[in-house]
């Protein structure tokens, strides 16, 4: 192999740097691979309809599913842990609950790609048609 001359090691070293750089650059930060909570169904505040109602989390990263948990809250303060589909988008969290009218309060807590966990909940109303 030819000895590289003196100009093309440069740009090789400038190539190598910018490669660095650009890869820090896009390395997500702990902070940023935590699953944050994007939308959900029900939306927080929402009044939805009693009866079989679907459940539906998208947070901004992909999740563990299997180990995230799900606990309904009900009108009673009585908590029920509900079933996690472990099919679906690996960013999703999907159930569904039969639900008689009253307030309610979903408690999520997600393991994220990056092992780290976080938590919330979204309060929603059920109302009877
Ligand atoms: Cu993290």
Same mark, same amino acid.
């Given at each position: 192999?030819?000895?590289?001359?003196?100009?093309?090691?440069? +740009?090789? @070293?400038?190539?190598? $740097?910018?490669? /660095?750089?650009?890869?820090?650059? !896009? /390395? *997500?930060?702990? /902070? =940023?691979?935590?699953?944050?909570?994007?939308?959900? +169904? *029900?939306?927080? @505040?929402?009044?939805?309809?009693?009866?079989?109602?679907?459940? =539906?989390?998208? $947070?901004?990263?992909?999740?563990? &599913?299997?180990?995230?948990? !799900?606990?309904?809250? &009900? *009108?009673? %303060?009585? =908590?029920? &842990? !509900?079933?996690?589909?472990?099919?679906?988008?690996? =960013? &999703?969290?999907? +159930?569904?609950?039969?639900?008689? *009218? @009253?307030?309610?309060? !979903?408690?999520?807590?997600?393991?994220?790609?990056?092992? %780290?966990?976080?938590? @919330?909940?979204?309060? $929603?109303?059920? +109302?009877? %048609?």
């Amino acid at each position: 192999m030819p000895v590289p001359s003196r100009a093309s090691r440069r +740009t090789i @070293g400038a190539v190598m $740097f910018a490669a /660095a750089a650009a890869a820090i650059a !896009l /390395a *997500p930060s702990g /902070a =940023e691979a935590h699953a944050i909570l994007e939308a959900s +169904t *029900p939306a927080a @505040g929402a009044s939805v309809g009693a009866g079989n109602v679907a459940i =539906e989390l998208r $947070f901004n990263s992909r999740i563990d &599913k299997g180990r995230s948990r !799900l606990v309904l809250v &009900k *009108p009673d %303060h009585s =908590e029920a &842990k !509900l079933p996690i589909a472990q099919d679906g988008p690996p =960013e &999703k969290l999907r +159930t569904s609950a039969a639900l008689t *009218p @009253g307030a309610y309060d !979903l408690r999520w807590q997600v393991l994220a790609i990056d092992g %780290h966990i976080t938590r @919330g909940d979204v309060r $929603f109303d059920v +109302t009877d %048609h």
